[in-house]
């Protein structure tokens, strides 16, 4: 079953706690994204990643954290250093070629209190 | 910056009627402008997308329509059903740094009514 899969779907944590998202694509895609999306709002860039060991920042990634050791996987860490991190979060991978189709995985609804 | 206007912010049509949803983008360079559908807690699945180089796309009901010019960019659901109902993202591409990603729209809430 081909894919991108998000784990968990639901997650709660305590405020000053770091968080660690899982994302894993099995499409053999070089680039990875974390969208963040809040209520009734368009999807925000955190971090893009387009070959193992390289990533870099998007338009709203202070506060979070990646790594790309392996092709398949794109950890996301929300750290207690960001002001408002409950928010649905979204991956997506796609390959490099001009034009390429983002898929995206199935999300994690983050809840911090 | 890269900007992305998406209108109107919520439809609501009668089942068996058209919705148009509009986007327009800032950057001349965007050449790729994918739709995407997401339904409630789901993630956005790709509906239909369209290059610079045509100016409409169908795909059964759906289509597509690009004007470079003006730069908008137009999705039209034909017949709609109640399963269209859903939430609805434009995005355009833009390139920096060699990488090309995308800029969303702030969605469309798109409500059929039986």
């Known amino acids: 079953d081909g894919g991108i899969t998000q784990s968990p779907k639901y997650l709660f944590r305590k405020e000053g706690q770091n968080v660690t998202l899982s994302c894993e694509q099995n499409?053999?895609?070089?680039?990875m994204y974390w969208y963040r999306q809040d209520p009734g709002q368009g999807l925000r860039l955190i971090y893009y990643?387009?070959?193992?060991?390289?990533?870099q920042k998007g338009d709203i990634a202070e506060g979070y954290s990646v790594s790309r050791e392996k092709k398949e996987s794109f950890p996301l860490t929300v750290t207690s250093a960001q002001k408002n991190p409950t928010a649905f979060y979204l991956c997506?991978?796609?390959?490099?070629?001009?034009?390429?189709?983002?898929?995206f995985g199935p999300g994690t609804r983050l809840t911090v209190t | 910056g890269e900007n992305v206007e998406q209108h109107p912010s919520t439809l609501s049509v009668q089942e068996g009627d058209s919705a148009v949803i509009k986007c327009t983008y800032s950057?001349?360079?965007?050449?790729?402008f994918p739709w995407y559908k997401q339904e409630l807690g789901k993630g956005p699945q790709l509906i239909i997308d369209?290059?610079?180089?045509?100016g409409e796309k169908k795909d059964q009901r759906i289509a597509v329509t690009l004007n470079k010019t003006a730069k908008h960019f137009s999705l039209h659901i034909t017949e709609t059903q109640p399963e269209d109902s859903a939430v609805y993202f434009c995005?355009?591409?833009?390139?920096?740094?060699?990488?090309?990603?995308?800029?969303f729209g702030q969605g469309t809430r798109l409500t059929i009514n039986p």
């Open positions: 997506a991978s796609s390959t490099l070629a001009t034009g390429s189709e983002q898929y």
């Open positions: 499409l053999n895609h070089d680039a």
């Open positions: 990643s387009q070959i193992v060991n390289d990533f």
């Open positions: 950057d001349s360079a965007s050449n790729y």
């Open positions: 369209i290059r610079s180089n045509v």
């Open positions: 995005a355009a591409s833009i390139k920096r740094s060699g990488a090309q990603k995308l800029v």
